[in-house]
């Protein structure tokens, strides 16, 4: 069954340092993609990132990028430069396949929450 | 502004009564998803549909449906109401039937039940 594990409930890092999040994933489903959305205490859902399971190369925008390591099953994002906005909480998810028979759903993880000291 | 409208932004009801969530999807966009956000169970998929039809159903409860209309735009029905169903409700949209261009997402509902 598809999951999504990640394992920080809570992470801390000083203003303008890099900060890793950690996700993992499971999936027999050879196409997939994976998400990071960032959820400030406002509530809404902005997405951040996004990895297909093809992609030769690991995704970056902007201060954000992807640690795409397919044979551990983990799609690490990495938050360079962190600003005080960066504190939220931080969500990886997974849509499987392209075929006829998917749908598309996501499938969540529990969230990273990431505090970011002046 | 996301391009997916949600109302009410917050609804706050008493037990044993009935809601009805909106939520208009981006421009061009035919899928719709609703996500439920609680604090025990996190981030669930509800129930899809997609110019239409009923597409695909997740940890949906039958006090809960949904249904979307021929202008595209969807609602999230819950009677019923039990304390237990407070939590954020997400709606995102998606222009292909898989998701395969990215989803937008609403800000989304907020339901207290006391």
């Known amino acids: 069954a598809q999951k999504i594990t990640q394992t920080q409930p809570g992470m801390f890092v000083q203003e303008k340092e890099a900060v890793t999040l950690d996700c993992t994933y499971d999936t027999s489903d050879p196409s997939y993609g994976l998400f990071w959305y960032k959820q400030p205490s406002s509530g809404e859902m902005i997405f951040l990132i996004y990895q297909g399971s093809y992609d030769q190369q690991n995704a970056t925008e902007g201060r954000y990028s992807l640690n795409f390591q397919k044979a551990r099953k983990s799609a690490n994002l990495v938050i360079s430069a962190s600003q005080l906005g960066d504190s939220a909480m931080y969500f990886c998810a997974m849509r499987e396949g392209k075929g006829s028979s998917n749908t598309g759903k996501l499938i969540f993880g529990q969230g990273t929450t990431l505090q970011v000291k002046p | 502004d996301s391009g997916v409208t949600q109302t009410p932004k917050h609804l706050i009801t008493a037990t044993g009564q009935r809601v009805t969530l909106r939520c208009s999807p981006r421009s061009g966009d035919l899928s719709v998803y609703w996500y439920q956000q609680s604090l025990d169970q996190g981030?669930?998929?509800?129930?899809?549909?997609?110019?239409?039809?009923?597409?695909?159903?997740?940890?949906?409860?039958?006090?809960?449906?949904?249904?979307?209309?021929?202008?595209?735009?969807?609602e999230l029905n819950l009677s019923s109401l039990e304390l237990g169903d407070s939590a954020l409700y997400f709606c995102a949209s998606s222009v292909a039937r898989t998701g395969v261009y990215g989803y937008t997402f609403g800000s989304g509902t907020r339901l207290t039940v006391v």
């Open chain 2, 43 to 74: 981030l669930q998929f509800l129930i899809q549909y997609y110019n239409g039809e009923e597409r695909a159903k997740g940890n949906i409860l039958e006090r809960f449906s949904a249904q979307q209309f021929p202008d595209l735009h969807s």
